[in-house]
């Protein structure tokens, strides 16, 4: 559906008196099956949107090609843009328009007759709970009854491939959870590639089947989540062990199976890689040789885990402070 | 065939845009009545001096352009804002020709245009004005066509600035000189020699100029095909610009 190869976008930007060239996209390649849901995972300003930008031909590539549902994005822009649907951040609808009108004019600049628009939009509503909103306008809406009104103008068309720039940002955790679920539904019902950017670990998590992480323009992993996660770091274990006399020889027992083994208090902490397999034999092997828990936990890595592996920085802190990076204004919006 | 569909879907859309805001199309009527009815009696007695034989017939073709020139200017602080709320770029992620964004917001423009100029014809008439019903036909094109050049312009700066509080200065850097030279109220005969000189580099003055030609019935003047010229210019340059920006729009 996607083949993007060496990607390239760079910007001018004014540091003082000076014009520095930035690389926005730093030559990024990346393939999408069809029928896939991939989560494009980054901190603000990794070049997600712009990536993104180019994929949907809004902005012409400074360097590499890419095809999309079969299609030039520099050459075919018109077979590009109506093959597929995008959703940006903004949304896409105005405050003071009526929704419906609004999805049949979408509709029909896509090429569809009005009743054709009409009808398409309004099946929408139904499967987005939508319905009755018909006429009420984004000002008398709330967040996610919004955000799916953004969706609904991106499948007017009933297009095979669907962008969604990030499409819970500064939605309530009830409203977040239940556009997953819609977003979920895009593929199981309507056979949708989709492609979605994110900078919230948790969704690209919940909904995609692989996920992509860009960092400073780069793609620095792209596997599913459980494999990137079982990769990079393993998952901890964390004993608790009742007798304190007894924590060497539990270090000692879960050595056996983890790296990077510590004692701290009461604990023994370690990493094991699919800790789901290794526990249970360990805890055969601890109760054999007396040993006593207070309490076992085993922590799942996250995404940030990942993130932190691959580059060095948690995803927070790269959000918090794009060190080397001049802050590229309209470059990520 | 899709282009005039395109066009005409966006511009259906911006008018009911409009019509949902009453006030706007409100204060675009009153405009041209309250300076017929307000300015008009206060050139009447200066008439003489003009060296014109009736103050309608000078006036009405001046507030015509005018009211060409300044409420398409004003255009593209609409589009600023459908910009921010992502209009901009669902429309562009569309099939749709991008000249075709363009010119159904300028229909817009310009029918509303359309309407405030006949009314301020209709007015003019009504109070006394006097002219040609064929030269009148001709102003009123010539008015159109520099509507269409001014919102196109104001369109494209809008979407390079993206910004109405860098625009707002933009435009009023622009307007000042184009009001003062245009001899839009008081005709530029009047003014010293190196006044006038300065004023013929006004593209604005010799528009104002042909439209008062058209309305007089000299069909066959100098100004009239200097100010035609200068208005089909304008709007091909515009409509060129403001097409360019639509398509290469980023950010």
């Not at chain 2, 245009?182 to 300065?198: H, K």
Request: one cysteine or more.
């Amino acid at each position: 559906m996607i083949q993007a190869r060496g990607l390239v976008q760079t910007f001018t930007t004014k540091q003082g008196r000076k014009k520095v060239e930035v690389r926005a996209v730093d030559g990024v390649d990346l393939d999408v099956a069809e029928g896939e849901v991939v989560g494009f995972l980054g901190p603000n300003g990794a070049g997600k949107t712009t990536t993104l930008r180019m994929l949907t031909t809004l902005l012409r590539p400074t360097a590499g090609t890419a095809r999309v549902a079969g299609y030039d994005v520099a050459t075919q822009s018109k077979q590009v843009r109506q093959s597929i649907g995008y959703v940006s951040q903004a949304g896409g609808v105005s405050s003071y328009a009526r929704a419906g009108d609004e999805v049949v004019d979408h509709g029909m600049l896509y090429g569809l007759s009005q009743a054709q628009a009409t009808a398409s939009g309004q099946q929408l509503f139904e499967q987005l709970d939508l319905r009755g909103l018909w006429q009420r306008t984004p000002k008398q809406m709330s967040g996610g009854q919004k955000r799916r009104l953004d969706i609904v103008m991106g499948l007017v068309h009933d297009p095979t491939l669907i962008f969604l720039d990030e499409p819970t940002t500064g939605l309530d955790p009830q409203a977040r959870a239940n556009l997953w679920e819609h977003i979920g539904r895009l593929r199981s019902e309507r056979g949708a590639t989709v492609f979605l950017t994110t900078h919230y670990l948790e969704e690209a998590d919940a909904l995609s089947d692989r996920v992509m992480i860009i960092d400073q323009g780069r793609i620095v992993a792209s596997d599913t989540s459980e494999n990137l996660k079982a990769a990079v770091s393993g998952d901890q274990v964390d004993l608790e062990v009742a007798d304190p006399t007894r924590l060497t020889d539990a270090a000692a027992a879960l050595e056996t199976i983890a790296d990077l083994v510590e004692v701290d208090g009461q604990h023994v902490r370690g990493r094991v890689s699919r800790a789901g397999r290794a526990v249970p034999d360990l805890l055969r092997d601890l109760d054999r040789t007396g040993i006593e828990l207070a309490s076992i936990e085993v922590i799942r890595p996250t995404l940030d885990d990942v993130f932190l592996t691959l580059t060095g920085r948690s995803l927070r802190d790269a959000e918090a402070g794009p060190t080397d990076q001049p802050v590229l204004e309209g470059a990520d919006q | 065939m899709t282009f005039v569909r395109e066009s005409f879907i966006v511009f259906r859309r911006q008018v009911r845009m409009n019509l949902r805001n009453p006030a706007w199309v409100l204060i675009g009527v009153m405009q041209p009545v309250l300076y017929l009815v307000l300015f008009g009696p206060l050139l009447k007695p200066l008439v003489d001096d003009f060296g014109v034989e009736n103050p309608y017939t000078f006036l009405v073709p001046g507030l015509l352009v005018q009211l060409g020139m300044f409420g398409a200017f004003f255009a593209g602080f609409g589009l600023i804002g459908e910009w921010r709320e992502g209009v901009v770029e669902a429309e562009r992620v569309t099939p749709a020709s991008r000249t075709a964004l363009l010119v159904g917001r300028l229909s817009r423009d310009v029918a509303q245009l359309f309407v405030q100029a006949l009314i301020l014809v209709g007015l003019g008439f009504a109070m006394g004005m006097r002219a040609p019903a064929g030269g009148v036909v001709i102003g009123v094109l010539l008015t159109l066509l520099v509507g269409g050049a001014c919102a196109a312009a104001s369109n494209a700066l809008a979407l390079t600035t993206k910004s109405e509080d860098v625009m707002a200065p933009v435009i009023n850097m622009v307007m000042m000189p184009v009001l003062l030279l245009s001899g839009i109220l008081l005709p530029m005969t009047i003014g010293p020699d190196w006044l006038q000189r300065v004023s013929d580099f006004m593209p604005f003055r010799w528009i104002v100029d042909a439209v008062r030609d058209t309305f007089t019935g000299d069909f066959g003047t100098s100004q009239l095909m200097w100010g035609t010229t200068w208005a089909v210019a304008l709007f091909g340059l515009a409509l060129w610009w403001g097409t360019a920006v639509f398509r290469k729009e980023n950010a």
